[in-house]
């Protein structure tokens, strides 16, 4: 959607808001990004199922806010139709593994603690409450099914024969966990541009970008923290308070494992992921071994 159709569609809806500039973020795979003068984010959902749930991740997020003080989104402009809504944005730097890296262990060690707290509140939300606010509970087994279908159809051609038994080896694997133990509710989408932390690198910002909320397998949540190392997500698991089970790491290592094979199908199944962006993940992820 064109930067100026948005830009109109917020001044008919907010006359009494005033910018001076806007910055336009299409890089986002279900939203389009506004930021205006650095300070307000609106996001116009890309698709209908989206805008169905603006509204309900606008509460759920008030009711995070209450009882985490990790900053989340604050939507304080909602358009009437509730297609679309704004909130100030939270100051901070995404979570790059770049980004990481430079980090002192002091800091990293708070973020752990920060994240296992905002985990283990998230994770114990009653759920009679996480029904009011999630998109339904997740289908293991089924995106299972999916995934394998999809690499079949459209990653095994594409792939060298060495390349694609690691990725069998995989799915065997992943065949064992479809069931897990414990389901609650999920952020769903913990990735680098999600997590961020403050200017400074010393303690974790915020957390953004709820739209993928879901009940699910609690470890789902910790399936990129892989990509900061083994070091760390153990320290986040350590402090965490949430359900736990003796496979609950081994299913985060699992589902980052999953990622590649997603981004790879993506744009043969209508999404906007890249096979190269995934083949690129892929090598980092299966050939790189950040599990070690």
Known sequence: MKKKLLLQKIKQEFPELKWKTAKHNVEGWDHYVLILDNKYVFRFPRKPVYQKRLHSEAMLLNYLATRTNIAVPKYEFISKDKTFAGYLLIPGIQITPEVFKTISKASRSKIAKQLAGFFS?????????????????????????????????????????????????????????????????????????????????????????????AIGDPALDFTELWLYGREFIEE?????????????????????????LWVMASPFLGMRGKFKTGYKLFKKIYLGNPFA
């Open 121 to 213: 509140v998230l994770h114990k939300t009653p759920l009679n409450i996480a029904k009011k606010y999630e998109k339904g509970s997740t289908s293991h087994l089924k995106l299972y099914k999916e995934l394998v279908k999809n690499t079949n159809k459209y990653i095994k051609p594409r792939l060298s024969k060495n390349n694609y038994l690691l990725i069998q080896s995989f799915l065997k694997e992943f065949a064992k966990y479809q069931n897990p133990p414990h389901k609650c509710l999920v952020h769903a989408d913990i990735h680098q541009d999600h997590l961020l932390v403050s200017k400074d690198k010393k303690k974790l910002a915020g957390i953004i970008d709820f739209a993928d909320r």
């Open 236 to 260: 986040v698991y350590k402090y965490y308070t949430g359900p736990k089970d003796k496979d609950f790491l081994f299913r985060a290592e699992l589902y980052c494992k999953r990622i590649p």
